[in-house]
């Protein structure tokens, strides 16, 4: 096993670059992209880097020189051939050759676009530009490097045997925590911290405790590289900018009303049994679920990844008995702050009623609350999104308004068009 501690002491990043491989992203990005490629190849979109958290001042903390370094090596990455036959011939979710030959031949030619990076005030304005299938995979890895970077700026000050005290404790925190998670009877729950880890080798570690430590209530990783290195299953479906971009192509209020089914109805066609699984929250769980066709109810699950978990999964449940499925065929899962107490919770309230599964994202892989002085390492929300879509501009209504992004003007059309009314704020976790 990697002694963390003695590799970030002797850290030379070309040693330990922090992405490493196109395919360290997370698995539903590559489905998302085959879709792109498929549907809508040519659109034009930009993506930029978000900081809500503006306590944290990333360019003070991070040097210009290192983050284009870095962001520069990624660009230099390309498939290699052992990545391009577990893409090709692995099964994922039951299913062989799950990407198709034209949209491999692509990517096994890919380069990832260039970039845009300029300092402003105490924060990094960091854009990305082009065609959509692209572009879309720099997110994953820019929000990589960012993160890793900004703890990096903090280790480098820390001795040696603080170093290894640091590790010690963060690995017994989680380990605490697997252990916390094994009594749960029937548990599902897979590892969705990539995009916010502290780093590539820790995530790795925190993968590794799962299946240990839990056997096989740890159904996988949404790292595609650390899914191939340790032989687990790849984890992911689809995500908010799938509806983002398409919702920004609509050329008016019926188009923009549409604009999420058509979504899901192009993911139908290439997608069945437990890749077929709804992402609600875009534009308000609520409306969205009282106007979904009918052969929406008949997909295998719903993604809770906003607002109030319980209540968005009591809307789940309320909306299948009505299309007349059962919700104890169904499968919700939580994705949104995770942490032991709210699982225990959650898994309490709706296990028997419908299956009920756990992505676990920064609060596994990057949890190092109080570890450091002025909780310098603790985790922040930091986010790379599609801001625009052939020049018109993109919006994300979400179900907590603080997740909300997007013109001013723009958001109060998309809660017109579908019907937002009140909704409550919730903190925004990570």
């Known amino acids: 096993m990697v002694d963390i501690a003695t590799r970030v002491w002797n850290h030379k990043w070309k040693i330990d670059p922090i992405v490493r491989s196109l395919i360290d992203t997370d698995f539903y990005k590559l489905l998302m992209c085959q879709s792109v490629f498929r549907n809508k190849p040519d659109t034009r979109v930009t993506f930029s880097l978000i900081n809500r958290s503006k306590d944290v001042p990333l360019a003070d903390l991070i040097d210009e020189g290192e983050l284009r370094e870095q962001l520069d090596h990624i660009r230099s990455l390309s498939l290699s051939r052992g990545e391009s036959t577990w893409l090709r011939g692995n099964t994922f979710y039951g299913k062989r050759q799950m990407f198709r030959p034209d949209f491999m031949e692509w990517f096994e030619q890919l380069r990832l676009p260039p970039y845009h990076l300029e300092r402003k005030g105490d924060q990094y304005e960091l854009t990305f530009e082009g065609s959509w299938p692209e572009v879309m995979l720099w997110e994953i890895p820019a929000l990589a490097v960012l993160m890793e970077l900004r703890g990096r700026a903090v280790l480098d000050r820390m001795g040696k045997f603080e170093l290894q005290v640091l590790y010690a404790r963060a690995m017994t925190r989680v380990w605490e925590k697997i252990e916390a998670m094994r009594d749960i009877p029937d548990l599902s729950i897979a590892d969705f911290g990539t995009r916010r880890?502290?780093?590539?080798?820790?995530?790795?570690?925190?993968?590794?405790?799962?299946?240990?430590?839990?056997?096989?209530?740890?159904?996988?990783?949404?790292?595609?590289?650390?899914?191939?290195?340790?032989?687990?299953?790849?984890?992911?479906?689809?995500?908010?900018?799938?509806?983002?971009?398409?919702?920004?192509?609509?050329?008016?209020?019926?188009?923009?009303?549409?604009?999420?089914?058509?979504?899901?109805?192009?993911?139908?066609?290439?997608?069945?049994?437990?890749?077929?699984?709804?992402?609600?929250?875009?534009?308000?769980?609520?409306?969205?679920?009282?106007?979904?066709?009918?052969?929406?109810?008949?997909?295998?699950?719903?993604?809770?990844?906003?607002?109030?978990?319980?209540?968005?999964?009591?809307?789940?449940?309320?909306?299948?008995?009505?299309?007349?499925?059962?919700?104890?065929?169904?499968?919700?899962?939580?994705?949104?702050?995770?942490?032991?107490?709210?699982?225990?919770?959650?898994?309490?309230?709706?296990?028997?009623?419908?299956?009920?599964?756990?992505?676990?994202?920064?609060?596994?892989t990057n949890d190092f609350r109080g570890l450091v002085p002025d909780d310098r390492l603790a985790p922040f929300s930091l986010v790379c999104k599609a801001v625009s879509a052939n020049g018109r501009p993109t919006v994300k209504l979400s179900d907590n308004p603080n997740k909300a992004m997007g013109p001013a003007d723009q958001i109060e059309r998309y809660k017109r068009v579908f019907n937002v009314g009140t909704q409550q704020l919730q903190d925004v976790i990570v």
């Open 197 to 364: 880890r502290h780093s590539y080798l820790w995530q790795d570690w925190c993968v590794q405790a799962m299946q240990e430590g839990l056997g096989d209530a740890f159904t996988g990783t949404s790292n595609c590289a650390i899914a191939m290195r340790r032989e687990l299953e790849a984890i992911g479906t689809n995500a908010h900018e799938l509806p983002m971009v398409y919702a920004a192509l609509a050329e008016d209020d019926a188009e923009l009303a549409q604009a999420p089914y058509d979504v899901l109805s192009d993911w139908h066609e290439e997608h069945e049994g437990n890749l077929r699984i709804i992402l609600p929250d875009t534009f308000g769980t609520a409306g969205f679920l009282e106007r979904a066709p009918d052969w929406l109810a008949g997909w295998t699950g719903i993604r809770v990844d906003s607002g109030d978990p319980a209540t968005a999964a009591e809307q789940a449940i309320a909306w299948w008995q009505t299309r007349g499925e059962d919700p104890g065929e169904k499968r919700i899962i939580f994705s949104d702050g995770l942490d032991v107490t709210k699982i225990r919770e959650l898994h309490r309230q709706f296990a028997g009623r419908t299956n009920v599964s756990f992505g676990w994202g920064t609060l596994l």
